[in-house]
């Protein structure tokens, strides 16, 4: 007899069923679907053309404004509004006050629950696999259907796990883990495929590291990430091994999440700008980690260091620490919570001569800006070290 | 549905969601979404140039990125017809069905792109799977639809399609 593997268990729970194999399509439950300001509205729209007077579950919907907040046009001034409407007439939660990128914030709210199904009109909803949770990415209309069913039909992926064997060398950070794997199999290694990463140096690691990596799932094409939660992983289709001796401090080169190379192959690449934040990497862990770096010195001229917390919670912390004072007087730029300038619209664009290092996701052309300016993904210690030398550089040059 | 005919327009590998749909404009009403469509791409006027029915022809991975869905919803509001591509990013296709715009998969695309001039007219024949170039008359092989799939095409996009559950419980009015 097959044992179904640790997430066909958790669809097949969700399914009412005992037993499912890969290929199988199946209406399940979800436990929590999730949008923000940019796929919320539209999700509104669609789901006001299907005509039901409420949704599923009032405590299961939960919409963020964080991509555009504060409001950057009169347009993103309306969807905010929408969300809202939305929220006082359909009795679901709203944060609309800066309160967080969804997926920390959500995290913070203890909404990412192991074994539950989390539907998000986000692609990085993936984050929540860092909490034994299986999430998947959706669009708006799929978003409306399960505001409305509270169900979503998917297939029973392929599942493949991914093992870390040994130790982690120096200055590995879980974006250089999840780099060094999305540069490994490519921006489409594993599409419609569930994805588990386990092996020891990962269970060694913090959940901000984790959740990191989890993040970055969806860059190399997953439709379910993650993360080991020590039980049983079952009989999966492949299992990909990995030395952890193997992986270095890393980036990925422009224009795709999947040109990574080894830093020191890029170093003295001249920057100027330098970007913190995000649902990948804006957590305080990180912002404590720059801030070591960046104490007592200063900003390299001709950088623009743009600090983002990734929520209320870890700002106020910052606050509360010292931290923001660290960036303020080392002259980098702290944004209220939220998205900032990771996808495009706001708070730190580029030009097309512009080249940045950037602890987000994404370095696709045009992603923060001028389609030919140059993004190069790093972890939170190489943005800092990077911002205070005006290059890119390898974690351990700033004395 | 069942055929489309337009002329194609050729792109690479990895053709992104923030090269078809820029960030800032996730935040543009419906009807402003066609004027950027693919505006971070190599053909960043197609707004002027696609007529009803055209066809994309993409390699790997087309729509990878963000699961914003004013993408394919863009490129719709184009007029465009389909989307030939050896392989779709997951929740860019998914996206493109539930809205009723056609992704067709073909392992033949390197073919099609050696063997056509872009701007030859193509005729997709979806039941059958397979896509002809008019000019010279080659037919080439594509992935017929799964059934989910053709049935949410069919209706015209997943809205109506969950319509017609609710309507078959009761819960909503027809």
Known sequence: MVKINVIEGIIAEHAAKDFVKVGDELSVDVDLAIAHDVTGPLAIEQFKKIGVKKVYDGDKVVFVSDHNIPCSSVNSRVQHKTLENFSDDYNVKYFGRSEGVIHQLIMEENLYKKRDIIVGADSHTCTAGAFGAVAIGVGSTEMAAVMALGKIDIEVPPVKVINIEGKLNDNVYGKDIILHIIGKFGTNGFTDTGVIITGESIFNLSQDDKMTISNMMIEMGAMIGYIDQGDEIGEVLETVNIKAQDIFPCVACPPSPGNVKPVSEVEGTVINQAVLGSCTNGRYSDMLEAAQVIKGKKVAKGVNFIVVPSSKRVAQKMDESGITKIFRDAGAIVTNPGCGPCFGAHQGLLNKDDVAVSSTNRNFPGRMGHKEAKIYLASPRIVAESAVLGKLSSPGKVK | ?174
Do not use: H
């Open chain 2, 1 to 174: 549905m069942e055929k489309i005919i337009g002329k194609g327009f050729f792109l690479g590998d990895d053709i992104d969601t923030d090269q078809i749909l820029p960030g800032y404009a996730m935040s543009y009403p419906p009807e402003d979404l066609r004027k950027v469509a693919l505006k971070g791409s190599k053909i960043s006027d197609f707004p002027d140039k696609v007529e009803d029915g055209d066809i994309i022809f993409a390699q790997d991975n087309f729509g990878c990125g963000s699961s914003r869905e004013q993408a394919p919803l863009a490129l719709k509001s184009t007029g465009l017809g389909a989307i030939v591509a050896k392989s779709f990013a997951r929740i860019f296709r998914k996206n493109a069905v539930n809205i009723g715009l056609p992704v067709i998969i073909s392992k033949d695309v390197d073919v099609i792109l050696k063997e056509s001039r872009e701007g030859d007219n193509f005729r997709i024949d979806i039941n059958e799977g397979s896509v002809k170039n008019l000019r010279t008359e080659k037919i080439y092989q594509a992935e017929k639809l799964s059934d989910t799939t053709y049935e949410t095409l069919k209706a015209g996009g997943l809205i109506n399609k969950v319509r017609k559950i609710l309507i078959n419980r009761g819960e909503i009015n027809e």
